[in-house]
């Protein structure tokens, strides 16, 4: 029934991917505009709603997932019918595979479309991710070729895109949404990053990168507005020590405004697909 179900609306994980159920994308039209940070954040979000959850980093240009994760080392490989096969790297109850943890920092690789789509269809095909709810795609930032062929490569149930408010930002984030609309991947929503800032002695707002942007944007786009993630230094430096917000410290605003975004997703996938959506969430 839920095989059938999957053909029918087309926009469910094939084959390639039998035991994951959905996979996302998380895009932006520029880089540095907090694309990594959101899908380590949205990826541990979703487990706190107690969903199984694995972390794909496709940013070949910086990947910096393990990082962001605080994982270090090499996957291991072992032999499954004659094929070498890979055990994904885990923390926080994510399981993470990164161009990272096969490539050597100081010889850095000079990516074709092909190459890079191949890279990834292994992390797909050879990686035995198990069973998940959710497999999330951290792909490199841009909306040119490799982008474009790695999006063709990966089976997506959809992606979201994330910007910053400002202009420059935005005009970017409206091509990645052309992009997958080539490609006929559903567009699931906009996350703003760096929305505002409060300061945290006056508690003053300020919109450092102007305000509303991405929520017109979605609008025009005719999309979601999946929610503003302020500016905070306790999100940097989560990244930074490999010590995401979300897990550390998971009752802050910021982090309460993540898991929001992260239901918001699983809500819009939930409507798409309403008889796939058998799980019970634990908070
Ligand atoms: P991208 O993947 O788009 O290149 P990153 O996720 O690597 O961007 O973020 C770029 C930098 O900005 C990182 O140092 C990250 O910690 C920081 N950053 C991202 N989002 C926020 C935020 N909301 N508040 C504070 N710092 C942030």
């Known amino acids: 029934m839920a095989e059938n179900f999957k053909d029918q609306i087309g926009t469910m994980t094939p084959k390639l991917l039998p035991k994951v159920k959905y996979t996302i994308a998380v895009a932006s039209g520029k880089g540095g505009v907090g694309k990594s940070t959101v899908s380590v954040n949205l990826a541990l979000a979703l487990s706190k709603l107690g969903f199984k959850v694995g972390l794909l980093d496709a940013d070949i240009y910086g990947p910096s997932i393990p990082l962001m994760m605080g994982v270090e080392g090499k996957p291991q490989i072992y032999q499954e019918s004659g ?32 190459m890079a789509s191949g890279a990834l269809k292994q992390f797909m095909s050879d990686v035995e991710w198990g069973e998940l709810d959710y497999l999330i795609y951290d792909l490199p930032p841009g909306t040119g070729d490799i ?3 790695l999006v063709q490569t990966i089976p997506l149930s959809g992606a979201i895109i994330v910007t910053t408010p400002q202009e420059v930002s935005l005009i970017d984030a409206k091509k990645g949404l052309k992009m997958f609309e080539k490609v006929n991947v559903n567009v699931y929503g906009i996350v703003e990053n ?12 300020y919109d450092i990168f102007g305000s509303g942007g991405g929520e017109n944007l979605a609008k025009e786009l005719n999309t979601k507005f999946l929610g503003g993630i302020p500016i905070d230094p306790r999100i940097r430096e989560g990244g930074d020590n490999g010590k995401p917000i979300v897990y550390e410290m998971p009752e802050t605003q910021e982090s309460k405004i993540i898991i929001g975004i992260a239901e918001k997703l699983n809500e819009t996938l939930s409507a798409n697909n309403s008889t796939e959506n058998d799980i019970e969430i634990e908070l």
């Open 83 to 114: 094929s070498n096969k890979m055990l994904p790297l885990e923390n926080y109850g994510i399981k993470l595979m990164s161009i990272g943890f096969l490539i050597d920092d100081n010889n850095p690789v000079i990516w074709r479309g092909p």
């Open 147 to 149: 982008q474009l062929t």
């Open 194 to 205: 760096m929305s505002y800032f409060i300061a945290p002695d006056t508690g003053n707002r």
